[in-house]
C-alpha cells in the first residue's frame, strides 16, 4: 500500500453519507421579507448611528495612523530601488575621512567666531 | 594641581578623566551605507523616510573626555555621557595669542562673570595634558557603562573635590542656558554703541527713535 492510497482511503471513508443532525432545508425566498422589515431596518441605522458618532471614532488614532504610515512605507520600499548610489569602499573611506576633518575643522570655526563676539579680555588691563 | 588618581578598581563618577574614547563625527547629507551588495552614500532623510535600520561607516577619532553622567546615574544607567577636552587654545580661540600670565589670568577666571562654553583644565604630566586644556561642554560622547567599567585603566584621572563641585556647577549652568536678545534692555545710546559692533541688530519697539520707558512715544 503506497501513501497516496492510504490517503484516498482515509480521506473517503470520513464522509458520511449523511449528516449526524438529519437533513434540513432553509428558504431563501422568505429572507428578502425579514431584512426588509421596519423594526431591522430601525435597528440596523441606529448601529450604525451610534457608531458613527461614537467617541472611540471622535479623534485620530496617532498608533492606527502611524502604523498606517510605516505599512505604507514598507509597501513602497518594495517598489522603490535601493537607497542612495553605489561608491566603491576606497570611495567610502574617503568620504568619512573628509567627514571627521570637515567636523574638526568647523569647530574651530566656531570658536574663532565665538572669541570675535563678547568681551575682549586682552583689551581690558 | 586640581586632579585626584583613582585606583582603577573606584567606580567611575563626575568628573573621571579618560584618554583614548572615540568620537564619532557623521554627516546627515553623506550617509555611508554598508551591506552585502556594497557600499552605498544616500541622505540621512532618505533613511529617516524608510524608517529601516540600517548598517552605517562612521569616523571615529580617539580623544580625551570627561564623565558629565552624574554619579547616581554612572552606577546604573545603560549608557555614560562625557564631554571631549580638547587644547584650551582650540576651544577658546581668545587665548590662541595669549602669553603672559597676567591675559591668562583673565581668561581662566572668567568663569566667575560669564558662563563660558568650555571648562578650564591645568596642565598635568600625570594625567597626560602637557599644555592648557579644555572641556567642552558642545561635544558630547557617549558610550556604555559597563564596556566602559571595563576599560578603566583609560582613566587618567578625577577633578579633585573644589574642582568637581565647580565642574558641575558649570555644566548645570551651560545647558541650563536660554536664548534671547542681550540688547532688549539697552537705551538708545547704548543700542547705538551695541549696533555699531551688530550692525543687523533689530531693535525692540521700545528701543525705537523717540520712544520713552513703557514703551509710550513722546
Known amino acids: 500500500m503506497n501513501s497516496t492510497y492510504t490517503v484516498d ?114 583689551n581690558h588691563p | 594641581m586640581i586632579f585626584e588618581f583613582p585606583d582603577t578598581s573606584m567606580r567611575i563618577r563626575q568628573g573621571d578623566i579618560f584618554v583614548g574614547l572615540p568620537r564619532v563625527d557623521m554627516s546627515l547629507n553623506n550617509v555611508l551605507i554598508v551591506s552585502e551588495a556594497g557600499e552605498r552614500v544616500a541622505k540621512w532623510a532618505e533613511i529617516a523616510a524608510k524608517g529601516d535600520p540600517v548598517n552605517i561607516i562612521v569616523p571615529v577619532r580617539p580623544v580625551a573626555a570627561i564623565v558629565a553622567t552624574q554619579d547616581c546615574d554612572a552606577l546604573r544607567s545603560r549608557d555614560i555621557t562625557l564631554l571631549e577636552i580638547r587644547s584650551f587654545k582650540d576651544v577658546e580661540r581668545k587665548s590662541k595669542d595669549t602669553t603672559s600670565p597676567k591675559s591668562w589670568k583673565n581668561l581662566i577666571t572668567q568663569h566667575a562673570r560669564i558662563n563660558q562654553k568650555w571648562f578650564y583644565l591645568p596642565p598635568d604630566d600625570r594625567v597626560g595634558f602637557s599644555e592648557k586644556m579644555a572641556v567642552d561642554f558642545m561635544v558630547t560622547l557617549r558610550v556604555p557603562r559597563a564596556e566602559l567599567e571595563e576599560l578603566r585603566d583609560l582613566r587618567k584621572g578625577r577633578l579633585n573635590t573644589l574642582a568637581d563641585e565647580h565642574f558641575r556647577e558649570r555644566i548645570g549652568e551651560f545647558f541650563r542656558r536660554y536664548p534671547y536678545d542681550e540688547w532688549y534692555p539697552l537705551d538708545q545710546e547704548e543700542l547705538n554703541a551695541y549696533m555699531t559692533e551688530y550692525p543687523d541688530t533689530k531693535p525692540f519697539p521700545w528701543q525705537g527713535a523717540g520712544v520713552a520707558d513703557g514703551g509710550v512715544k513722546k
Do not use: C, N
Not at chain 1, 64 to 89: C, K, N, P, W
Open chain 1, 9 to 122: 482511503h482515509l480521506y473517503k471513508s470520513q464522509i458520511p453519507d449523511a449528516p449526524s443532525t438529519g437533513f434540513w432545508h432553509e428558504s431563501h425566498a422568505e429572507q428578502p421579507a425579514k431584512f426588509l422589515g421596519l423594526p431591522h431596518i430601525a435597528k440596523v441605522v441606529g448601529l450604525a448611528f451610534s457608531l458613527a458618532v461614537s467617541p472611540v471614532t471622535a479623534i485620530t488614532d496617532p498608533w492606527l495612523v502611524e502604523r498606517r504610515r510605516r505599512d505604507a512605507v514598507v509597501t513602497m520600499s518594495i517598489y522603490q530601488e535601493v537607497l542612495g548610489r553605489f561608491i566603491s569602499r576606497a570611495e567610502a573611506l574617503r568620504i568619512a575621512r573628509e567627514i571627521l576633518e570637515q567636523a574638526e575643522r568647523e569647530r574651530l570655526v566656531f570658536a574663532e567666531y565665538e572669541a570675535a563676539r563678547g568681551i575682549q579680555w586682552e
